[in-house]
């Protein structure tokens, strides 16, 4: 307080500071956007001397209430959850969709169903696209290899056209790959023909030299050939599997299912 009583106005506000006036108004600025320093901040620039900034709020929603005649409705959660997946796009179906590849029918595209090593027998369920479990195997057996089907193929049983895919390592269901076909594999399964791709994996760097289902070892087709046998023996259901055909006649059986 000075002599004559009245208030000493503070240096850092004073009319020679005009940086600090700049910067203290706008620090309030920021802080004005805030409802409860609103009053606050009108008091002190009156004090300070400083032109009191103008707060623009947003008007705050108007919420019905049964006064009003309104009831606020929310969708369930599922629902807004359903309505959101029906403005996306639809998923791609691995049967119809997925392209069955160039190459074919010597290179061309697999879908993954079972991987090697697995007893759960998986299947595609043709209306949703999906991978779903049809059974775990009766018999103490496991698939020698991966399976599945090659896309965009029809078969007599109105089922794409099975592979079994040769090559080092297990696949997860659902997963496609580029295989080359090395041979065929006659088969009846309870007297419908259930013929399968014998093919190896196009990018495995073990097995993508075969050309020839003559060219891989004895004890492997006999392998392949016992799995199918067996694997359905428990259940009582027959199946017979003819001698392996050569490359030439797994190209015919692709082409003509295409």
Not at 48 to 75: F, N, R, Y
Request: proline residues 9%; neutral net charge.
């Amino acid at each position: 307080w000075g002599t004559a009583g009245r208030q000493t106005p503070s240096p850092v506000l004073s009319s020679s500071g005009p940086l600090y006036r700049f910067i203290f108004t706008t620090i309030l600025l920021v802080f004005s956007s805030c409802l409860r320093f609103r009053e606050r901040l009108q008091l002190l620039c009156l004090r300070c001397d400083l032109p009191i900034p103008i707060l623009i709020m947003a008007p705050p929603p108007e919420v019905p209430t049964k006064a009003s005649g309104l009831q606020i409705s929310h969708p369930p959660l599922n629902e807004r959850i359903l309505s959101s997946m029906s403005r996306r796009s639809v998923a791609a179906h691995p049967w119809h969709d997925l392209e069955i590849g160039p190459g074919a029918p010597t290179i061309f595209n697999c879908v993954v169903e079972i991987g090697k090593g697995s007893k759960v027998k998986y299947e595609l369920d043709k209306k949703t696209g999906l991978i779903k479990v049809d059974r775990v195997l009766y018999s103490s057996v496991v698939y020698p290899h991966n399976y599945g089907f090659i896309p965009r193929t029809l078969c007599e049983d109105n089922d794409p056209l099975d592979v079994l895919v040769i090559m080092q390592e297990p696949v997860l269901p659902g997963c496609f790959l580029r295989a080359k076909a090395i041979g065929l594999m006659p088969m009846i399964d309870q007297g419908e023909k259930d013929d399968k791709i014998i093919a190896v994996c196009a990018d495995d760097p073990e097995y993508k030299h075969y050309n020839d289902i003559k060219e891989l070892p004895p004890h492997r087709l006999a392998e392949i050939r016992r799995f199918f046998e067996d694997y359905k023996k428990n259940e009582n259901k027959d199946v017979a599997v003819n001698d392996f055909l050569p490359a030439s006649s797994a190209y015919k059986a692709i082409q003509h299912s295409m």
